[in-house]
């Protein structure tokens, strides 16, 4: 790796960092900080790398339209399809790391991939410690491996707004239902609210919650990851290999 884009690696895993600690603290992301990366990212390249370069700057635009219509798709998907849901902050911080062109077009696509690999192993990670906690929910088979794989039973004492339950708890004919919830609101307060309620009021201590990790986390991991993948040039042979 040329050294010279070391100031925009490091520069990008600190705007990760604190767009991450926001996102986990107040649930949102401050996007001029990914604006303030992007125009770093434009100057810096501009200034010691493409120069007037007019072919540099021409793969550069390129690799930014490609960028734009990859995320865009992805966004429509999410607005159209409950399960393809991404949150636009993801979204930013995934073109905002496409100004920074350290390596090649295909960077951003790879680290908002793997982000998505590093999500499908968090229900193996909940299950493996539900079965080993033995946290087994009382339903039937396939129910309860739904819950297994993507929750754990909480105190309510413990539940805050990072949850989204996944069981629905009410009163019919003075008679508690507890029903499997199988799509989960990313925006649970109201629902956490009427639970601890039902559940005070009938003297229940757990419920299965599904944790709401924010995505950044995962995009956080999967940069600083592919960065070493394309640092012991990993990734160039793989894509020299298959194309």
Not at 133 to 141: E, L
Not at 169 to 186: A, G, T
Not at 204 to 232: D, G, N, Q, T
């Amino acid at each position: 790796m040329d050294y010279i884009y070391l100031p925009i690696i490091i520069f990008s895993i600190i705007i990760l960092l604190y767009v991450t600690y926001q996102d986990i603290k107040y649930r949102e992301i401050n996007i001029m900080s990914l604006f303030f990366l992007a125009i770093f990212s434009i100057l810096y390249l501009g200034i010691f790398v493409f120069k007037t370069d007019f072919i540099l700057w021409k793969g550069y635009l390129i690799q930014l339209a490609v960028s734009f219509i990859f995320l865009l798709i992805f966004y429509v998907l999410g607005k159209i399809s409950y399960f393809t849901y991404i949150g636009e902050g993801d979204l930013y911080t995934i073109f905002a790391i496409s100004f920074t062109n350290i390596f090649d077009i295909y960077f951003p696509m790879f680290i908002f991939f793997f982000a998505l690999v590093l999500t499908l192993l968090i229900p193996v990670f909940l299950f493996l410690y539900n079965l080993f906690s033995r946290n087994f929910p009382k339903y039937n088979f396939f129910k309860s491996l739904y819950l297994m794989f993507l929750g754990v039973p909480l105190s309510l004492k413990k539940v805050n707004n990072f949850y989204t339950p996944l069981e629905k708890l009410y009163v019919e004919n003075n008679k508690l239902i507890s029903k499997i919830v199988f799509m989960p609101n990313i925006e649970p307060e109201n629902e956490i609210k009427k639970i601890k309620v039902i559940a005070k009021n009938h003297n229940i201590s757990k419920v299965w919650f599904s944790p709401l990790i924010p995505f950044i986390i995962l995009i956080l991991v999967s940069y600083i990851f592919l960065i070493l993948l394309y640092v012991f040039e990993i990734i160039p042979k793989i894509i020299s290999f298959v194309i």
